[in-house]
């Protein structure tokens, strides 16, 4: 069952060029792509090529230059401001890259605290960290004091004690070792068998192809395809776009092990 | 705003023009006083303590002296006392902060030390005691506002030329066997002289605004020389008889000129800043 | 843990006093060397309008009783072990104690100085933070554009101002003297000398207000436009609240430091509020003492006001090392 649909979603950005002239350039064009509950949907593509975006435009917190066209719907009802800002942090949940958005003044045991909507705070907080094996002391730390693997987990926690539906984590693995990295795909595969459906953004196609149910390749703007995760494989050869052939074939144990067969 | 449109400028060149602007009333407001002579203001009895009219923009004081007269000489002479000053401190700190940034670690430090120290007093408080060494006058005034304002613009020089000599392409410059004459004139130099520029600029209002106030408090200028702060002291003793034009004016005038000093040392900073340019 | 981030502050402090007593040694051996080479003549500051009376006998038995016609090295060897022994001095106009003159002195311009600091602190926090909210809006500019103003604006200037609409204008205030003329000190009550305190110490908060509202406006949309107020956001923080929680706590730390980093403008300002006033104080004493000579009073004047700054920027370095975790933890990171 389909949770949230993006439809023809465009989102473009009005700057100055030079003097006074006005210029508008268009980030993210006529973009379609639906999450299902239960389901891992991961957006692959190249770095710096507007996936953030995408996952701003969807919560509603893009910059103010920014104006978007399009239809967003949650539940089948359309996204406005208004619902946006209800669901925010309620029904759609945020992960974001790194500990640089946690709050630097802020315990972190408090930050996880606040994003819990429901029921008693402390008790979710201490759940969710022994869940994700935190230690107490954990709790009492501020950002800087974190280690990566650390820092992850934290941010997921943050999403875990939301109760949200939908989940969206943006680049989530950049700059972590392999281990953390395994784990918290771990983490979002879990999400998704509880029932909540995961949009995954990532230029990692390698390590999204390891939980992601479906994949959509993200380029120029737009989705070239979405194809199911096990269309990865061999020479690529039912992709459908070339594209997303170059991607799949750009991996080191693809086209590099490919090129010396032949 | 509207101006610039119509003349279909952009940013750059209208802020090149508002400097060009406020440097003309600038000037303007130096030549007039120093072209005026003492008969713009010498006492007329008979005009004694008029206020403000169209004879008289500014009013009269006891002696009936003219005020716009006596505001227009007492700016150009605050501006004059000020840009000897802001030159000279300008002079201490460029030599300190390229000392600081290239002579090794004792003498940054011994210049650190420096800063420190002339930073440890308040402004005002060495300007006295400096004022008072010299016996007061225009030496003391001058001497007191070079001696005090360099710290800062000396601070700034320091880290900048420290900051270009550890970037990459003087580096290389310097592992190609470049001589230190051409590295400082080719790299070092283009990057601190507009810094220094904006320094220099920024420093006249503070440097304009202690003149003002050390020469208020009676230990500047002489009392027969007509500077702003002189004037507004000598208000003080007429205000409580509803004499306010002689405060008034000639307060907003130094306002206004040392708002303009401001804003031309920001403008051009905009401008010479690379962060800014394209904006 | 916390016995390492005492010891660290232990470190940090005997440094600090000893930059402090490096920088006093210089500063008093300056401004001695600065005062006696000035052309004012302190024998007459000492006698003053009798001069004309002074036989030339006299006038060395007054030399001899100062200790004026020695070496200077010398006199500042007995200046600065007099010193070292808690002596001031005596100063020639109040012919009084160095001591007992500032300590006076400096009850009243405590008064005047920290309420100025608060108002000031108060009054340009919150109109930075307002202008940083609404940034680009009719309320920002006017903020940005009075503070640019304010700051180009001379001190004793604005204090006539305020002179003259309120003391002479509307009647509200007396002119000025600290407590009024003809009036015993112990007869003063409170009233009287919280009238004489209003007008110098609102010329004082108008013009402190624009540097702190400056930097607060700054480092408020620097933390309005960070990642981790996007992820509050994302969670569904706005408004108020999301101020509260993130932005406050990320702003409030940097201006309290600045706020006691600029002692030294506040004496300054307080220099000349105090003249426009005749408001017995620090500031009035230092110019009486400049303009009638009274190198003891000077001297210890600006030895006073330099410890003043001193510890203002000693408090701030404090503070951040205490209250900012990040400076509080690394140190004792540091130190294992």
Redesign the interface.
């Known amino acids: 069952m389909s949770i949230l649909e993006v439809d023809n979603l465009s989102v473009s950005f009005k700057q100055?060029t030079?003097?006074?002239r006005q210029h508008t350039q268009e980030v993210i064009s006529n973009l379609s792509m639906e999450l299902v509950s239960g389901e891992i949907l991961a957006v692959v593509g190249a770095s710096g090529s507007g996936k953030s975006l995408l996952a701003?435009a969807i919560?509603g917190?893009l910059p103010s230059n920014a104006q978007t066209s399009g239809k967003i719907r949650f539940d089948g009802e359309v996204l406005t401001t208004k619902l946006q800002?209800?669901l925010?942090?309620?029904e759609i949940?945020?992960v974001?890259q790194?500990v640089?958005?946690?709050?630097?003044?802020?315990r972190v045991g408090a930050q996880v605290r606040?994003?819990v909507r429901k029921g008693k705070a402390k008790e979710a907080q201490k759940k969710v960290f022994e869940r994700y094996h935190l230690k107490e002391e954990v709790e009492n730390m501020?950002p800087?004091?974190l280690s990566g693997g650390m820092a992850r987990r934290i941010l997921v926690s943050?999403a875990m004690v939301?109760g949200a539906r939908v989940i969206i984590a943006d680049e989530p693995t950049p700059g972590l070792d392999s281990v953390v990295i395994k784990e918290a795909l771990t983490n979002f595969r879990e999400f998704a068998d509880q029932g909540c459906a995961v949009m995954l953004i990532s230029h990692d196609i390698e390590s999204a192809l390891q939980v992601a149910d479906k994949v959509a390749v993200f380029y120029g703007g737009t989705v070239l395809e979405i194809a199911p995760a096990e269309n990865f494989e061999g020479n690529g050869d039912r992709l459908q776009h070339h594209y997303s052939k170059a991607l799949w074939r750009a991996l080191p144990q693809n086209d590099f092990t490919c090129e010396f067969k032949n | 705003m509207q101006l610039s449109k119509q003349l279909n400028l952009n940013k750059r060149q209208s802020t090149l023009l508002a400097c060009i602007v406020l440097s003309i009333i600038v000037c303007a407001v130096v030549l007039t006083g120093f072209l005026y002579d003492e008969d713009r203001i010498a006492s007329n009895l008979e005009v004694r303590n008029a206020a403000p009219s169209f004879d008289h923009f500014f009013g009269t004081d006891w002696l009936g002296r003219d005020m716009f007269s006596r505001t227009i000489m007492g700016l150009s002479l605050s501006i004059g006392v000020g840009l000897v000053g802001a030159i000279g401190s300008a002079s201490i700190s460029i030599i300190l902060g390229v000392i600081a940034a290239t002579m090794g670690k004792v003498a940054d430090s011994i210049v650190t030390w420096l800063i420190d120290l002339f930073l440890s007093v308040p402004h005002l408080v060495s300007l006295i005691l400096i004022a008072f060494a010299f016996g007061g006058g225009f030496k003391g005034i001058v001497f007191g506002i070079a001696l005090t304002h360099w710290p800062s613009l000396a601070r700034v020089i320091r880290s900048e030329v420290m900051q270009v000599r550890s970037l990459d392409f003087v580096q290389v410059s310097r592992k190609m066997g470049k001589s230190r004459w051409w590295i400082a004139k080719e790299h070092i130099m283009p990057h601190i002289v507009p810094q220094i520029i904006v320094g220099i600029l920024l420093l006249f209002p503070h440097a304009i605004l202690h003149e003002a106030a050390v020469t208020f408090l009676g230990l500047g200028l002489s009392p027969h020389e007509p500077a702003i702060g002189i004037i507004l002291s000598e208000s003080m003793r007429y205000l409580s008889v509803g004499m306010w034009w002689l405060a008034f004016f000639p307060g907003i005038c130094l306002l206004i000129i040392v708002r303009m000093f401001d804003k031309i040392g920001d403008n051009l900073r905009m401008l010479i800043d690379p962060h800014h340019a394209h904006r | 843990m916390r016995w390492r981030f005492t010891r660290n502050l232990g470190i940090f402090l005997f440094w600090k006093a000893i930059k402090m007593a490096s920088l006093l040694v210089a500063i008093s051996f300056l401004s001695f060397l600065l005062v006696k080479q000035s052309p004012i003549d302190p024998i007459q500051a000492y006698v003053g309008a009798d001069m004309l009376n002074v036989s030339p006998e006299q006038r060395e038995r007054i030399e001899e009783y100062w200790g004026l016609n020695e070496p200077i090295m010398e006199q500042f060897w007995s200046w600065g072990s007099a010193i070292l022994s808690g002596d001031l001095g005596t100063s020639m106009i109040y012919r009084l104690p160095v001591s007992e003159v500032i300590g006076e002195r400096f009850i009243n311009s405590i008064a005047l100085m920290s309420t100025a600091w608060v108002l000031s602190g108060i009054i340009g926090f919150s109109m930075g933070v307002l202008a940083a909210m609404k940034k680009d809006t009719w309320i920002d500019r006017i903020i940005k554009w009075y503070c640019y103003t304010l700051a180009s604006t001379p001190t004793f200037w604005m204090g006539l101002l305020l002179l003259i609409v309120f003391a002479v204008w509307l009647n509200w205030f007396p002119v000025g003297m600290g407590v009024p003329a003809g009036v015993l000190a112990e007869d003063v009550n409170i009233m009287d000398r919280i009238k004489h305190l209003i007008l110098p110490a609102l010329t004082l908060s108008i013009i402190g207000v624009a540097n702190i509202a400056l930097h607060t406006r700054q480092k408020l949309i620097e933390v309005l436009s960070s990642d981790y107020v996007v992820f509050a956001r994302a969670r569904g923080e706005k408004g108020f609240t999301l101020f509260w929680r993130h932005g406050l706590r990320n702003i409030a730390l940097p201006a309290i430091t600045l706020q006691f980093a600029a002692f030294s403008e506040l004496f300054g300002g307080a220099v000349l509020a105090e003249q426009v006033f005749s408001y017995p104080g620090l500031g009035q004493a230092t110019v009486e003492a400049g303009l009638r000579g009274d190198v003891p009073l000077l001297l210890g004047l600006v030895l006073f006001s330099a410890i003043f700054v001193f510890v203002g920027n000693l408090i701030a370095d404090i503070i951040y090392r205490v209250v900012d975790p990040r400076t509080r933890k690394e140190q004792s990171y540091a130190a294992k």
């Open positions: 100055y030079s003097g006074l701003h919560l917190i800002e209800q925010r942090g309620k949940a945020l974001p790194s640089s958005f946690l709050d630097p003044l802020m606040t994003s501020y800087f004091q943050t939301s």
